[in-house]
């Protein structure tokens, strides 16, 4: 039981400061690589935006025949707006969002972000706790670790669906705006992930450090992690409801 208290142990603080340094020293991927991916599929969204707002043109324009409403009218000027908006500005307005998010995140966590220091504690905690004890917070220590990563890389990849697909839902909305706003919803979240996990991460730290009790310490380090993981679907709704 001692031997694999320490395996999971181990494993869970070697995670723990991975995930925290690789989110905190910049070197998930970010707005280039998101960047090269969106010039790679760009003739795809080209030629799909045009399908898109040629279509959307045509049964607008039916509508507003059958109709002959001026609210139809407006809805497919505002349309053709929001597509050459989206197709001039949405990955640039995205972007520049981005990196004032991931620099708030920097300024908050600070120049000495204490990762070091937030795992030698933890791993202190688990070698002084109970064994039983430290093998169960260590795999629940493991799955939030898990949960904070999973959330990491899905930021990335909404972020270039949301960057990608934003011209085309821009193009669609002339019939109709619902799936726009939820891209702009996801939109909001994921640029304000960065300055949310920082506050949760700097409160989490300090709440740690300050701590002495083994079990404490643990269940806060893996609170940690799980409650940054839930930023991202807290910071959609809350964007949501606002909108």
């Not at 935006?49 to 139809?72: E, H, M, Q, Y």
């Not at 270039?160 to 702009?184: D, F, H, K, T, Y």
């Not at 799980?226 to 409801?241: I, K, N, Q, W």
Request: glycine share 10%; proline share 3%; net charge positive.
């Amino acid at each position: 039981m001692e031997q694999a208290a320490q395996d999971f142990a181990q494993t869970y603080v070697a995670l723990f400061a991975w995930s925290w340094s690789w989110w905190s020293g910049g070197d998930e991927p970010g707005v280039s690589v998101i960047g090269q991916v969106l010039s790679a599929v760009r003739p795809i969204t080209r030629w799909s935006t045009a399908a898109a707002l040629a279509l959307g043109i045509v049964g607008a324009g039916v509508t507003l025949v059958v109709r002959r409403r001026g609210t139809d009218l407006a809805a497919l000027v505002l349309g053709v707006s929001r597509t050459v908006l989206a197709v001039s500005a949405a990955w640039l307005l995205l972007a520049s969002a981005w990196a004032l998010g991931d620099r708030m995140g920097g300024w908050i966590v600070g120049r000495g972000n204490g990762v070091t220091e937030f795992r030698d504690h933890v791993a202190r905690a688990a070698a002084q706790a109970d064994p039983i004890v430290a093998l169960s917070l260590s795999i629940v220590g493991l799955a939030c670790c898990l949960t904070f990563v999973g959330v990491l890389v899905a930021r990335v990849v909404l972020a270039v669906l949301i960057a990608a697909g934003m011209p085309v839902l821009a193009a669609g909305s002339v019939l109709g705006g619902g799936p726009l706003r939820i891209a702009g919803t996801w939109a909001v979240a994921v640029v304000a992930f960065d300055p949310l996990a920082a506050l949760v991460y700097r409160v989490g730290h300090a709440v740690t450090m300050r701590a002495d009790e083994p079990v404490v310490v643990l269940m806060v380090a893996s609170v940690t992690s799980f409650m940054a993981a839930g930023m991202l679907p807290l910071a959609a709704r809350v964007s949501g409801s606002v909108r």
